[in-house]
């Protein structure tokens, strides 16, 4: 196995030359079972486990797709430093980073043209995406079930201005050939969605084998059960990787405001046009973005998030000011107990 063919590039083969592994060899991670791991080498499969320092580590985890270093072929000991990285906000009340994928280069979006589809979770998704650094694209699965589906196309490219939106059917197996269009050999893609927006189906379509399980969706909203329990890269045969990804029930952001405008793009455009710079695009005079004619629930869904990451960066703010004073207490500590050191 060839590392170039599962993603290997310049930028690891860099930090080989920066540190000094001492015949430690590296592969990829391709699928994560709690503290189990299936990582790839030039060797072949490797089943391998993780070292000490990350046992007693609260914020590092090796996830699918990280690039590691294997002592012995199964003791994970090292994660290299990480291109791109799709993560969320862990569920729960916890202000902490929770890492989905890593090393992705294009995030394919799946949402089912059924009563799963819903803008304003696609806004989300894009969020997530561009914080990640991939590239991303939507899939509108599902789409033979659909007899507006010119409408629905137009009103999703309004939703994710310069995304590609491709209309796809794992069921019929059809509009599946333009994803090689999108992303080249070595590059890896990931599957993200609901529950029940089909990314399985899709998978074994691709793969032309039934790979993943699948399950019927509920008739009342169309929801899925956690059919896939876990992130697993597979090799295609176009020559590139794609992850299937468990359904999220929770999507709650992490990320900068910086991406909120990205997400946004028209309503930045719209905001460079306000009478004041400082325009909250709610009751300010002279507000463009306010005048024009935009879709009141998309320009609810700007504030919203807006206000979401506005709240995480406070939060983070005050759990790093808590963190510092324990550090040092810590540090105070040491000495009253310990002068001479």
């Not at 007899?147 to 059917?169: E, I, Y």
């Not at 794609?242 to 991406?259: F, I, K, S, T, V």
């Amino acid at each position: 196995m060839k590392l170039e063919a599962i993603g290997w590039d310049r930028v690891f083969a860099s930090q080989l030359q920066e540190n000094q592994f001492n015949g430690d060899v590296p592969g990829r991670v391709a699928r994560c079972e709690r503290e189990h791991f299936l990582v790839w080498t030039e060797a072949g499969e490797a089943d391998a486990t993780v070292g000490g320092a990350f046992r007693h580590s609260e914020t590092v985890w090796p996830c699918t797709g990280d690039w590691v270093m294997l002592r012995g072929r199964s003791v994970i000991v090292e994660i290299l430093r990480r291109r791109t990285l799709l993560a969320r906000k862990e569920p729960g009340r916890r202000i902490r980073e929770q890492a989905l994928a890593a090393n992705i280069d294009v995030a394919f979006v799946v949402s089912g043209l059924d009563l799963d589809y819903n803008p304003r979770r696609l806004e989300r998704y894009l969020t997530l995406i561009y914080e990640s650094g991939a590239r991303p694209v939507i899939l509108l699965n599902k789409a033979d079930l659909r007899s507006d589906l010119p409408d629905v196309l137009a009103r999703t490219g309004q939703t994710a201005p310069g995304v590609p939106v491709l209309a796809v059917s794992a069921l019929q197996n059809f509009g599946l050939n333009e994803l090689a269009a999108h992303i080249r050999p070595g590059e890896t893609a990931a599957l993200i969605g609901s529950s029940g927006a089909g990314k399985s189906s899709i998978l074994n379509r691709l793969l032309g084998d039934d790979r993943q399980q699948i399950h019927e969706v509920r008739n009342s909203d169309s929801r899925g059960r956690h059919t896939t329990t876990r992130r697993e890269l597979f090799v295609m045969p176009g020559g590139w990787l794609l992850m299937d990804l468990p359904g999220l029930r929770e999507l709650q952001l992490w990320a900068d405001p910086e991406q909120i405008d990205q997400t946004f793009a028209d309503i930045t455009d719209l905001a460079a046009e306000c009478r004041f710079r400082d325009c909250t695009h709610q009751r300010d005079p002279g507000c463009a973005v306010r005048d024009a004619d935009l879709d009141p629930q998309r320009l609810a869904s700007f504030h919203k998030l807006q206000r979401e990451v506005a709240y995480l960066d406070r939060q983070l703010d005050r759990n790093l000011a808590r963190e510092t004073k324990q550090r040092w207490k810590s540090i105070h500590k040491a000495m009253r107990h310990n002068p001479k050191q």
